[in-house]
């Protein structure tokens, strides 16, 4: 069996020391070959914040340039359509057919994990690993409940033992940052300093993104 891999999905909108620690943290605990990012499509009528895609994208290419560690996928941004991580993740299998693959997510994701398209065959084809975030529990969800009790695994090795099937939840101190709550501070014309790379928030600044109308 070959290193594993993750692969961390998200709206990416916009990147945020949130989701680049977290993402550099876990590839180096779990010694994971490289993180690929990939952001989602949005249905432009849908998106929070109204921007166009290829600004998401620019911003996780400022934000991860000179780290290593860190690669994009635009395979889901570039689709005309939503994709279903199955079918990206079935993307990755076949491109990775014998490294373990390691899909990235935050507790917030994990507890509506079952309600997901294809959930079992995704759970089949790579290991979750868990992100704590604040304010969110498991204790009282009997579905999140039942999941770990038959997929969770406490050992590092587990995951590259098996391509995919396990879950592991990393137990990291979380930043307590998300991109609502960036959006919210640029409409208000308050600072995003310290909560994203330089080169996200010159960007943001340049092209005007996020602020009220
Ligand atoms: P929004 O506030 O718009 O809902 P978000 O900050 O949650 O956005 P997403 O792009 O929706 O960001 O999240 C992508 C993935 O990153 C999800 O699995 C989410 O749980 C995880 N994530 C987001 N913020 C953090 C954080 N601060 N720490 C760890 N994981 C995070």
New binding site residues.
């Given amino acids: 069996m070959k290193t594993p891999i993750g692969l961390?999905?998200?709206?990416?909108?916009p990147?945020?020391?949130?989701?680049l620690?977290?993402a550099l943290d876990i590839c180096q605990t779990l010694s994971l070959r490289h993180v690929t990012m990939i952001?989602n499509f949005v249905s432009p009528h849908k998106q929070?914040?109204k921007i166009p895609a290829e600004h998401r994208l620019a911003m996780l290419k400022l934000a991860t340039q000179d780290c290593q560690q860190l690669e994009i996928s635009d395979i889901e941004i570039n689709s005309p359509r939503i994709s279903y991580t199955a079918d990206t993740i079935n993307h990755f299998r076949d491109n990775y057919p014998e490294h373990p693959l390691c899909f990235?997510?935050?507790?917030?994701?994990l507890v509506n994990f079952t309600t997901w398209h294809r959930w079992q065959e995704i759970l089949k084809h790579c290991h979750l690993i868990v992100?704590?975030?604040p304010g969110y529990n498991i204790e009282n969800n009997d579905d999140v409940r039942k999941l770990l009790e038959q997929h969770e695994t406490k050992s590092i090795e587990d995951l590259s033992d098996s391509l995919g099937g396990r879950i592991y939840i990393h137990h990291a101190f979380?930043?307590?940052?998300?991109?609502?709550?960036?959006?919210q501070a640029i409409s208000d014309n308050h600072p995003i300093t310290f909560l994203t790379p330089p080169a996200v928030e010159a960007y943001i600044t340049k092209h005007q993104l996020y602020l009220a109308n």
């Fill in positions: 961390f999905g998200g709206t990416f909108n990147v945020h020391h949130g989701h620690r977290s952001p929070d914040g990235l997510m935050g507790m917030d994701s992100s704590q975030r979380p930043l307590a940052i998300s991109s609502s709550q960036m959006r």
